[in-house]
DNA sequence: ATTTACATGTAACCTGTTACATGATTTT
DNA sequence: AAAATCATGTAACAGGTTACATGTAAAT
């Protein structure tokens, strides 16, 4: 289990609401980790029941009131009980694989078509993270190093989808014949 | 939901009881695809009751039957179909990143000694992966060309653990100072 | 006029994990 | 003597997805 850690973590940087989150995990963190609006709701709703969260609501109008979460004390005892305990390596369940290794039973134009489709989509994900490695790099170096980590992670996003590419490469070779 | 088809794939190639699925997950596709033993057998029963799949008994002595299950023709049709249907790209959770993210609340010494150990078993996977492509190589051209998609597979694998052991570079460069 | 963004939630369902259960054979 | 391998399963729980629900304001 662990967006309830995803889910500290990114409230002990500073407070947000569940929507905000929602964006987050979306827009700045997406390449390490995902979840649907519904999860993150009931994560918090969780969370607070356990207070290692606090809210407080801010009033608008038209909209529903906007629960800006921040965590507790426990919440960061817990955080930090987490952050010291060993972590699983990650498991990988990737259906284009599974759709590959059985290729030979599907017409290959499909399989081919289905990758390019993928190429796109991963080649969009780069470019995004590109984009945010430079405004990275052109911050202070006194920024840069408040920023160290968030960024050593975005450096995974970039050389894990640098790799796909080079892979899809091979790929495409191969269905090309 | 995917395990159901990895299921079918693993048995359009050859039949295969529970136990053995559990081998092919954990030895040879483990890269792509992991399951636990108790999701297995209950898919099986699962894709039994759909038609999906028939099995044969096998009776052992001291052990219990082994039961081996084979695709039938409704499960190939249902293949085909899933195999032409577009699949979504692979959403990534990765604890090890959260903690990265975070690492600012903890002591740097456990996130480096973490990610030290993290090291490690991709470093072995790397191996594993590099001695089953060796394994491949040897093989006569005509054998290649059959195994030509898992193959393909495979060099995702490789692709993949060399880029996580390359980003690890950097991040003990980071740790280090 | 329609879609997207904002903002939160409930309910049902599906998928995955952990704990428990059995019992012989082989390896360390 | 203890642990790992073989071989299957049940039950409870945790985590994640899909469908349904509401309603304003801004952008296309």
């Known amino acids: 289990m662990s967006l309830k850690h995803a889910i500290l973590v990114m409230l002990d940087q500073k407070p947000h609401s569940g929507y905000d989150l929602l964006q987050q995990f979306k827009e700045s963190v997406g390449y390490f980790w995902n979840a649907k609006h519904q999860q993150i709701y009931r994560q918090l709703k969780i969370l607070h029941d356990e207070e290692l969260i606090a809210f407080q609501s801010e009033i608008q109008s038209g909209k529903p009131d906007k629960k800006i979460y921040a965590i507790t004390q426990q919440g960061k005892d817990e955080l ?20 590959i290794y059985g290729a030979d039973s599907a017409p290959i134009e499909d399989i081919a078509s289905e990758i390019e489709r993928h190429i796109e ?18 911050l202070s170096s006194n920024e840069q190093l408040n920023f160290r980590y968030p960024y050593l992670t975005l450096r995974r996003g970039i050389l894990g989808e640098e790799a796909w590419l080079r892979w899809a490469e091979e790929a495409t070779q191969l269905f090309k014949k």
Chains 1, 2 share one sequence.
């Open 80 to 99: 930090l009980r987490w952050l010291k305990e060993p972590v699983a390596t990650n498991k990988i369940n990737d259906a284009l694989l599974v759709k």
């Open 121 to 138: 989509i991963h080649q969009n994900t780069l470019n995004y993270l590109l984009a945010l490695e430079k405004k990275y790099l052109s």
